[in-house]
């Protein structure tokens, strides 16, 4: 039950587009098309952004998407705003209804 | 609306015991499988335990396994996490979340109620 790697932090301008990965391994990111990815501001509790590797909840906006290849998943977004600015962390499903999140990106919007 | 609402968080010493409680509203609680998850201060999330709907089955990290026990009161609404042998380090915020029902996420959150264990 390792943590999947993230970077510790992204940056990028306002209207840029920026990318966070997430490395697992086969038996976690890699074994199953159930990654999910949840942003959280300070003080606050996380909120769900991206679930089953692509798909957006109701409400979310379409700047934010998904993808996966092999062990690694990505988290891409778009049209960077003020308000992006958050921790970001990846959560893979792993077998056995267990879950494993990531180490946590901070992204800062320069 | 959906809702749900941990309490029980406080100053423990190391080795006691705490019991988390989690009150669910705006939803039938007894058709979802229910997480804790925790995060150590100015640390990541960790996933921590997870019930099934039904309490028939439960699932919890090594790192609190044999310590920690969730379970459920379906005619409450209500999930817990009895820990004992509380250490320094299971000094966190302690989330309940919801898992979606048809796809394996975590859609609904609680605020979160903190847990020092200190001496």
């Known amino acids: 039950q390792s943590a999947l790697t993230q970077p510790a932090s992204v940056s990028g301008s306002p209207g840029q587009s920026i990318t966070i990965s997430c490395t697992g391994t086969?038996?976690?990111?890699?074994?199953?098309?159930?990654v999910s990815w949840y942003q959280q501001r300070p003080g606050k509790a996380p909120k769900l952004m991206i679930y089953?590797?692509?798909k957006r909840p109701s409400g979310v906006s379409n700047r934010f998407s998904g993808s996966k290849s092999g062990n690694t998943a990505s988290l891409t977004m778009s049209g960077l705003q003020s308000e992006d600015e958050a921790d970001y962390y990846c959560?893979?499903?792993?077998?056995?209804?267990?879950?494993?999140f990531g180490t946590g990106t901070t992204v800062t919007v320069l | 609306q959906v809702q749900l609402v941990e309490s029980g968080g406080g100053v423990v010493q190391p080795g006691r015991s705490l019991r988390l409680s989690c009150a669910a509203s705006?939803?039938?609680?007894?058709?979802?499988?229910m997480h804790w998850v925790r995060q150590a201060p100015g640390k990541g999330l960790e996933w921590v335990a997870v019930i099934w709907y039904d309490g028939s089955n439960t699932y919890s990290a090594d790192s609190v396994k044999g310590r920690f026990t969730i379970s459920r009161d379906n005619s409450k609404n209500t999930l817990y996490l009895q820990m004992n042998s509380l250490r320094v380090e299971d000094t966190a915020v302690y989330y309940c979340?919801?898992?979606?029902?048809?796809?394996?996420?975590?859609?609904?959150w609680g605020q979160g109620t903190t847990v020092t264990v200190s001496s």
């Open positions: 979340a919801r898992e979606h029902l048809r796809y394996r996420d975590l859609d609904v």
């Open positions: 705006g939803f039938t609680f007894s058709s979802y499988s």
């Open positions: 959560c893979s499903y792993a077998g056995s209804s267990t879950y494993v």
């Open positions: 089953d590797v692509s």
């Open positions: 086969s038996s976690d990111v890699g074994g199953y098309n159930y």
